[in-house]
């Protein structure tokens, strides 16, 4: 066995079958849950049960990332929406259309993160429009956390049923 062959054995582009594409879906989604709005969770909680500075930091950290991303949504907005909608209209083409596993399981992250993505835009202009601070603040950003959750519970196990059916149908060795 050469070395090239164990590499692509290692390194197999055949994504539903393999164990770190599996590792990268929890991953991302358990980050994208944590940091909702670039805050991390804890800070909402630690905010909730102590107040005072913790709360103000909170406060500061949410307007800061707040006004960058409605920063970049208005400058840049609709360029970054034409080629999001052209690079998920490849993927999507690619991976369904012609059968590249790669592309469908990049999709099948993509689209779902692309929508966090959207959801956190109407959060943060929703917290600005709001002037939200305090108990209203958190809760803005608890419900934030629970869509965020509720998208990546449905696109786990979206992607889990298209896996079981790309192993099923075609084999875990490209049968």
Not at 37 to 58: S, W
Not at 63 to 90: D, K, Y
Not at 154 to 172: D, R
Request: proline content about 2%; overall charge neutral.
């Amino acid at each position: 066995m050469d070395w090239y062959q164990t590499l692509f054995e290692l390194i197999d582009m055949r994504s539903f079958s393999n164990l770190w594409f599996w590792i990268v879906l929890a991953v991302i989604w358990s980050t994208t849950s944590h940091y909702g709005l670039g805050v991390p969770f804890d800070m909402v909680l630690r905010a909730k049960r102590h107040g005072g500075q913790t709360e103000i930091d909170l406060e500061d950290l949410v307007r800061i990332n707040t006004n960058r991303l409605l920063f970049i949504a208005q400058m840049s907005g609709l360029w970054i929406a034409g080629f999001a909608c052209f690079f998920l209209t490849m993927l999507a083409m690619l991976g369904f259309v012609y059968g590249n596993e790669f592309s469908q399981a990049v999709i099948l992250l993509a689209v779902p993160l692309s929508l966090v993505g959207l959801l956190s835009i109407s959060t943060a202009h929703l917290i600005q429009e709001e002037d939200a601070r305090g108990e209203k603040l958190r809760r803005r950003l608890m419900r934030h956390r629970l869509y965020t959750q509720i998208i990546g519970m449905i696109a786990i196990f979206v992607t889990a049923l298209w896996g079981m059916y790309q192993n099923l149908n075609v084999g875990p060795f490209g049968g």
